[in-house]
C-alpha cells in the first residue's frame, strides 16, 4: 500500500508565492515519476511540473518560468515552490507518483486547493 500525503496550499494574493510539499509513502522501492496536477473548477485536470527518478523536469507551459519542483528523494518527497502566482492558478493540487516496485501504479493524493485572490 501506498499512500501520498500533500501539505500547503491556502489562500494568497496575486504576485504572491507558495510552496507545497508531497510526501509518499509504504512500499515504495523504485519509482518512476512524482508531480502535481491542477483541477480548476469547470476544466480538466493538467499537468504542472513533474520530475523522473533520473531528475529530468517537465513543466505545464503556464507555468514554466514561475514555478519549481524539486525533491528529496530519500524521502520520497516532491516539492512545488509557486512564484508569481495568478487568479488563473486557482485550483485544486493533487501529487502523483507512478511505481514501478514492488508494485507498479498510480497513486493520488486528496488534494489540496490553492486560492490566488486578485
Known amino acids: 500500500q501506498v499512500e501520498v500525503v500533500e501539505s500547503g496550499g491556502g489562500l494568497v494574493q496575486v504576485g504572491g508565492s507558495l510552496g507545497l510539499s508531497c510526501v509518499a509513502s509504504?512500499?515504495?522501492?523504485?519509482?518512476?515519476?512524482m508531480g502535481w496536477y491542477r483541477r480548476a473548477p469547470g476544466k480538466q485536470r493538467e499537468l504542472v511540473a513533474e520530475i523522473n527518478s533520473g531528475g529530468d523536469l517537465k513543466y505545464g507551459d503556464s507555468v514554466k518560468g514561475r514555478f519549481t519542483i524539486s525533491r528529496d528523494n530519500a524521502k520520497n518527497t516532491v516539492f512545488l515552490q509557486m512564484n508569481s502566482l495568478e487568479p488563473e492558478d486557482t485550483a485544486v493540487y493533487s501529487c502523483?507518483?507512478?511505481?514501478?516496485?514492488?508494485?507498479?501504479?498510480?497513486?493520488w493524493g486528496q488534494g489540496t486547493q490553492v486560492t490566488v485572490s486578485s
Open positions: 509504504g512500499r515504495i522501492f523504485r519509482w518512476l515519476t
Open positions: 502523483n507518483i507512478r511505481t514501478l516496485s514492488p508494485i507498479a501504479g498510480h497513486y
